[in-house]
């Protein structure tokens, strides 16, 4: 990894009275430009680390850094890099979008250069900015809050459950403005608990739990390491043991249909079926989902 990462913590701890810690000794790097999924179930640490990392929590032990800059010592130039929507996202409900936006925007040290696009992306109208936020639904305040904090284009995204209260097509065009920011070189620090976004989204995941770092890895890397189901259909008897790999596992043959499971990379497999000219192969695709539930219920509470 690079010199200066987008978001390094180190040794990073959390704790309150007596209690179990919140955090214990995480160490995690962002790279710049990266997408990073943060997963864990409730309690997990994630907005406990989130929080550490924008300077809101002392942290009890460790250091945060946001591109070079000391969250403790350097608050204010950490923070012109990012843009941050909070899980619990709060508003002056007795204001207008358009004002509340312009209030933010003149808090930040970067110009709003993203809010036309964002506006447009996220279909907020002027007629929409011109109403109080008390009279939005939960999705336009949801909106309204994403765009507060894009609106500038920062460097480092950091959401927390940014998706919440938005219907599934605009769940769909905010993650294309994020893949589209990504791709431009940001970086984008995703916590979710739906994990077929960060599957879509992200390039590695870390995971969290009772505030420890369970594992960071690349997306390709779990999903490779997950059981797929393959189904084969043959157009005449075939011995399974001409095609046999490494991996294979409980194969069971219904007349011209082989079932069986596969773990790890399944090129070889496809290499060893291609001389049996097979009509039709079904290989079920491996889902992070499936990975996350495996590694939380296989490790025990």
Same mark, same amino acid.
């Given at each position: ?60 032990? =460790?250091? /945060?850094?946001? $591109?070079?800059?000391? @969250? *403790?010592?350097? #608050?204010?130039?950490? &923070?012109?890099? +990012?843009?941050? !929507? ?109 994990? =077929?976004? /960060?599957?879509? $989204?992200?390039?590695? @995941? *870390?995971?969290? #739990?009772?505030?420890? &770092?369970?594992? +960071?890895?690349? !997306? ?82």
């Amino acid at each position: 990894m690079g010199a200066v990462a987008a978001i390094r913590a180190s040794g990073l701890g959390k704790s309150y009275g007596s209690g179990p810690p919140a955090l214990a000794d995480v160490d995690l790097e962002v790279e710049p430009g990266e997408r990073l999924g943060f997963l864990g179930p409730n309690g997990a640490g994630k907005t406990t680390f989130i929080r550490c990392a924008l300077g809101i929590l002392r942290p009890t032990t =460790g250091s /945060v850094e946001v $591109l070079g800059h000391d @969250v *403790a010592t350097d #608050r204010l130039a950490a &923070l012109a890099q +990012v843009g941050y !929507v909070p899980g619990d996202l709060g508003m002056i409900r007795q204001v207008s979008g358009r004002r509340m936006l312009d209030a933010l925007a003149r808090l930040h040290p970067r110009p709003p250069v993203l809010r036309d696009r964002l506006l447009t992306a996220l279909d907020l109208s002027q007629a929409d900015l011109g109403k109080r936020i008390r009279d939005y639904s939960t999705g336009m305040r949801q909106k309204l809050g994403l765009v507060a904090a894009l609106q500038h284009d920062p460097p480092v995204i950091i959401l927390d459950e940014p998706t919440a209260g938005l219907d599934p097509v605009m769940q769909a065009r905010f993650l294309q403005v994020l893949d589209e920011r990504a791709r431009e070189g940001r970086t984008v620090f995703f916590s979710s608990h739906v994990l =077929g976004e /960060v599957d879509e $989204l992200c390039d590695r @995941v *870390a995971m969290v #739990r009772g505030g420890r &770092l369970l594992l +960071v890895r690349d !997306v390709d890397e779990l999903r490779r390491a997950r059981m797929r189901t393959v189904e084969v259909l043959f157009d005449g008897d075939v011995d399974p043991a001409t095609y046999r790999v490494d991996g294979m596992g409980d194969v069971r043959v219904e007349g011209h249909v082989h079932h069986f499971t596969l773990s790890g990379d399944p090129g070889p497999l496809l290499t060893g079926l291609g001389p049996l000219s097979p009509r039709d192969i079904t290989i079920e695709a491996a889902r992070l989902e499936d990975v996350f539930r495996s590694l939380y219920l296989g490790d025990g509470d």
